[in-house]
């Protein structure tokens, strides 16, 4: 086992014994693999940057780097597709460490070998790789522990995008493991255009989950710094009400190209929520919601649940309106209740008919006092026809009801 400190700047001799050259750099392949492989070093002859192919290479050692052969090609070195150089491109660079769920900084990197390869095998975080660096004979440091992070676990490794032009194809299925939470924790820790390469490295469902999760601002800025087609179908994923917030702080002809690209049905529901001011409870809701007619039964309710292809996130309540395909709002009933009622009694039977509501007019903050008031999850919002317009979900009102600096280190508890 080697560390990348322990190479750089080493002699490299040739066959012969002769001394050629020194290590400038290390060069790895990035790929699906989890352990990078070693393609080769940048070597140093005088003032000239030189590539050396891992097959000419017979031994790395902390004393230096020995050829199998007493042939070099001085061609200068150019970096290839899929590249990434260690010293350049990782030491000093964040990561994300999945198996931590936290954002570390890389001090140094362990190299291993492998059935005759070398391998990147992790990643020393601790104080002890960075004086490694500094002090590469240092004996008090020596004894002392390190932290290496298992380069299988690196979910992100946030490289200098217009020199190394790689990213982490695996990313995707390793950031996957953690909650959106914790993913939109991880990133908004990181620059801007690291931050939107996390979320451009996500499943359309997963990215829109996570951009959720940030705040309206940094939501905003993403979507407008990716392309404009990934942008739309994340939009398309993300509630309505939530759509409607992050469009509403985009610049006015970046959020209508955006609103544009949107597929039919979704354009549809975010439309609907786009008239209301966002401090009212129309800007509040989201239309996110499931209504049923009052004259189905229990059993026939549930089998429905059953065959919907989607679901809302927050199903707290059912709406029972009067009749099909109406929106005349006549009771609710809770989806405990709706379990535990009666499966051959129509809804109209087993519904409450008395519940609090909002006009799609009233103040989002007297909304999220009725919601905290009445220990409620949801709050239908009624227009002047009667119609239940959308409804307020309790997460959303906690973002109105708790202090900013509070709100802003939660989760969404009930996503």
Do not use: C
């Amino acid at each position: 086992m080697l560390y990348l400190s322990q190479i750089l700047g080493r002699p490299i001799f040739d066959a012969e014994g002769e001394r050629i050259a020194v290590v400038r750099d290390v060069i790895v392949r990035y790929g699906e693999e989890d352990y990078p492989p070693v393609l080769g070093l940048v070597a140093r002859y005088r003032r000239r940057l030189f590539f050396m192919s891992r097959v000419r290479i017979s031994s790395l050692s902390e004393s230096g780097v020995r050829m199998n052969s007493e042939i070099i090609d001085l061609k200068p070195f150019t970096r290839r597709a899929g590249e990434v150089l260690l010293a350049k491109d990782v030491l000093d660079n964040q990561l994300i460490d999945v198996d931590g769920k936290r954002v570390v900084r890389v001090n140094d990197v362990q190299i291993i070998e492998v059935a005759g390869e070398w391998r990147v095998s992790g990643a020393d975080v601790s104080l002890q790789g960075f004086m490694r660096r500094l002090m590469p004979n240092g004996f008090y440091f020596a004894r002392r522990p390190v932290e290496v992070i298992d380069w299988a676990d690196v979910g992100y490794l946030a490289t200098d995008k217009a020199t190394a032009a790689v990213q982490l194809k695996s990313s995707k299925d390793k950031l996957a493991r953690l909650h959106p939470v914790e993913i939109a924790q991880l990133a908004e820790t990181l620059s801007p255009i690291h931050r939107t390469e996390i979320v451009e490295s996500l499943d359309d469902e997963i990215a829109a989950d996570t951009l959720e999760e940030m705040s309206t601002e940094n939501q905003a800025r993403i979507l407008e710094e990716m392309d404009e087609e990934r942008a739309a179908d994340i939009l398309e994923e993300m509630s309505p009400d939530d759509a409607v917030d992050v469009l509403g702080e985009m610049d006015e002809e970046k959020a209508q190209e955006l609103f544009d690209l949107m597929e039919d049905e979704e354009k549809a529901d975010v439309a609907e929520l786009l008239p209301f001011d966002k401090d009212t409870a129309g800007g509040l809701m989201t239309t996110e919601f499931v209504a049923f007619p009052k004259n189905l039964t229990v059993a026939q309710a549930i089998a429905r649940l059953r065959e919907m292809a989607e679901t809302p996130a927050m199903i707290y309540y059912l709406y029972i309106v009067e009749e099909e395909n109406s929106w005349k709002l006549a009771g609710l009933i809770s989806l405990r209740n709706l379990i535990l009622a009666d499966l051959t009694l129509p809804l109209s039977e087993v519904m409450r008919e008395q519940f609090q509501a909002a006009h799609p007019s009233d103040s989002a903050e007297d909304v999220a006092q009725t919601i905290a008031e009445y220990n409620l999850l949801a709050l239908p919002v009624i227009d002047d026809e009667g119609d239940i317009a959308g409804i307020v979900t309790v997460d959303d009102a906690m973002e109105i009801l708790l202090p900013k600096n509070i709100n802003n280190r939660l989760p969404r508890l009930f996503g």
